[in-house]
């Protein structure tokens, strides 16, 4: 086994001697720049507005009826209006704009701005056919399109000023319905931005999200951007919340909870020599409280993998007066070994205080099954009827033999009577040399009725409320999720 080190939650970590454990607070572990090859969207410019700035050039037109005449020679005090003007000038003719060239020195600062329709100039030669293309180009879209708008700062430095004013486009224009669609018409707004990352706290998908706000807009063309549009800024936010390893940053939210919102909550992590993450246990104060009031029956489960490291997570789950699920705590396991359910069953019980559970619920795994003989000597330990009853269909393949075996798995029978209906059933169908029933046969204290009737399980004879929780807890995850992430949305879900 890898020698590991634990700690206990705060945030503090102090090297360890040949131990391996410490406990704290979290138990541990100047220049022209030419355009891009594809749109680029301008900067925010809707605190400027259209009617104001046409009011300022004295003009009296419609967008879409101006001619170069009438904008050549006009000046404005900021840049940010010819942005503005030019933005509603194009989302208005229909077309979409780019920053073409910009212009800088050391004395006056930047001087000179052009903006082009985003069709203007043409594709790269070293774009359209390289050597080493692995993917499928993207359409090309440049053709070559004159329109634009040139302006120039004074002298003074105190207005920008008009010197080319094109109106004249040599490809068909967007329809109205589609002008939301162009680039320079697409943009995630802060306020839209701020209600992306709560959504995304809250657990809901990047897709759920989109479909949500598109309700709210009333329609993708009100929206003001696209579905990858938010995709692409979900990842960005994501990118720059992301400052620390992935490790770090889930004890990091483990010991923000502590301060902040449950000082009682036990978390726990052990780590390997290499000071790698490799288990980690916790439990909030009302999963501990469930525990001391309703520890008749645990039952816990491994069938879940759902983060970027691939790591099992451990569900321990009981019932309650109600006969509903309550839930005692969640672990990360670097893997399945024995080692590992050791590890997460000791601090289970160091967690409760060392109080053991009465029943014990899982499938029929060996290394889950020695750590509780281990960990839990005093328990009465029961396999999960339903694995073991899709074990007798895919070992035996019968459905005569199925409905048989679950009549033994289930039923109340004396003792005389059951093992007289087992020989019965070998008989029946000749099993007497096959292995699996021989192992079935030698395990039956832990799954037969008749041996266990005279203990409480609080109606639970599978794993299902594990596989339960494990169902609705998808919901919040993916496979790609950090573990921040991760423990962070199973907290909700929870």
């Known amino acids: 086994m890898e020698e590991t080190t634990e700690s206990t939650t705060g945030y503090s970590h102090e090297p360890v001697q040949n131990s391996g454990t410490c406990t704290v607070n979290i138990e541990s572990d100047q220049c022209t720049a030419n355009a891009e090859e594809e749109e680029t969207a301008p900067a925010d410019v809707s605190s400027y507005d259209w009617l104001s700035i046409v009011d300022m050039l004295g003009l009296q037109k419609h967008p879409a009826e101006l001619v170069p005449g009438d904008v050549v020679g006009k000046e404005l005090p900021l840049?940010?209006?010819?942005?503005c003007f030019y933005t509603t000038y194009s989302r208005s003719v229909g077309f979409g704009i780019r920053i073409h060239t910009t212009s800088s020195n050391e004395s006056r600062g930047l001087w000179r701005r052009e903006w082009v329709c985003a069709r203007q100039g043409f594709r790269r030669e070293k774009f359209l056919s390289p050597a080493?293309?692995?993917?499928?180009?993207?359409?090309?879209?440049?053709?070559?399109?004159?329109?634009?708008?040139?302006?120039?700062?004074?002298?003074?430095?105190?207005?920008?000023k008009v010197q080319r004013f094109d109106t004249n486009h040599n490809h068909v224009l967007a329809a109205q319905e589609h002008l939301q669609f162009l680039r320079s018409n697409r943009k995630v707004t802060s306020s839209q931005a701020s209600q992306i990352r709560t959504y995304k706290y809250?657990?809901?998908?990047?897709?759920?999200?989109?479909?949500?706000?598109?309700?709210?807009?009333?329609?993708?063309e009100r929206l003001g951007f696209t579905r990858k549009d938010a995709y692409n800024k979900a990842a960005a936010m994501h990118r720059v919340e992301t400052v620390e390893t992935d490790s770090e940053g889930l004890?990091?939210?483990?010991?923000?909870?502590?301060?902040?919102?449950?000082?009682?909550?036990?978390?726990?992590?052990?780590?390997?020599?290499?000071?790698?993450?490799?288990?980690?246990?916790?439990?909030?104060?009302?999963?501990?409280?469930?525990?001391?009031?309703?520890?008749?029956?645990?039952?816990f489960d491994t069938t879940y993998r759902s983060n970027a490291f691939n790591k099992p997570l451990v569900m321990f789950v009981g019932v309650n007066n109600h006969f509903r699920t309550c839930v005692f705590g969640f672990?990360?396991?670097?893997?399945?070994?024995?080692?590992?359910?050791?590890?997460?069953?000791?601090?289970?019980?160091?967690?409760?205080?060392?109080?053991?559970?009465?029943?014990?619920?899982?499938?029929?795994?060996?290394?889950?099954k020695a750590a509780i003989i281990l960990c839990f000597p005093d328990s009465t330990h029961r396999l999960c009827g339903w694995h073991l009853s899709t074990n007798a269909t895919s070992n035996i393949k019968s459905?005569?033999?199925?409905?048989?075996?679950?009549?033994?798995?289930?039923?109340?029978?004396?003792?005389?009577?059951w093992y007289e209906r087992w020989d019965a059933l070998l008989d029946k169908f000749e099993l007497h040399d096959n292995a699996w029933a021989a192992t079935t046969y030698e395990q039956r204290l832990l799954w037969a009725e008749t041996f266990l009737k005279t203990h409480f399980f609080g109606r639970m004879s599978t794993t299902q409320r594990c596989e339960s929780i494990n169902s609705y807890i998808k919901r919040f995850l993916n496979c790609k999720i950090p573990l921040r992430d991760f423990i962070r949305h199973v907290d909700i879900a929870q």
């Not at 080493?132 to 920008?160: N, Q, Y």
């Not at 809250?202 to 993708?220: E, H, K, P, S, W």
Request: with cysteine; net charge negative.
């Open 132 to 160: 080493d293309r692995k993917r499928r180009p993207r359409d090309c879209t440049r053709c070559g399109c004159t329109a634009c708008l040139h302006v120039l700062k004074s002298m003074s430095g105190t207005s920008w």
């Open 251 to 299: 004890l990091g939210y483990l010991a923000s909870k502590i301060d902040s919102t449950d000082p009682t909550l036990y978390a726990k992590y052990a780590i390997d020599e290499e000071d790698r993450l490799c288990h980690i246990f916790w439990s909030d104060s009302g999963c501990q409280w469930d525990y001391m009031c309703f520890s008749d029956v645990l039952a």
């Open 399 to 417: 459905p005569d033999f199925t409905k048989a075996f679950r009549k033994l798995l289930y039923s109340h029978y004396n003792v005389p009577q």
């Open 331 to 368: 672990a990360l396991l670097l893997n399945e070994k024995i080692e590992s359910y050791k590890w997460v069953l000791e601090t289970f019980l160091d967690c409760m205080h060392r109080r053991q559970p009465a029943v014990v619920v899982t499938d029929g795994d060996a290394a889950m």
């Open 79 to 83: 840049l940010e209006m010819w942005e």
């Open 202 to 220: 809250a657990g809901l998908r990047t897709c759920d999200i989109v479909n949500l706000m598109v309700q709210q807009a009333g329609g993708f």
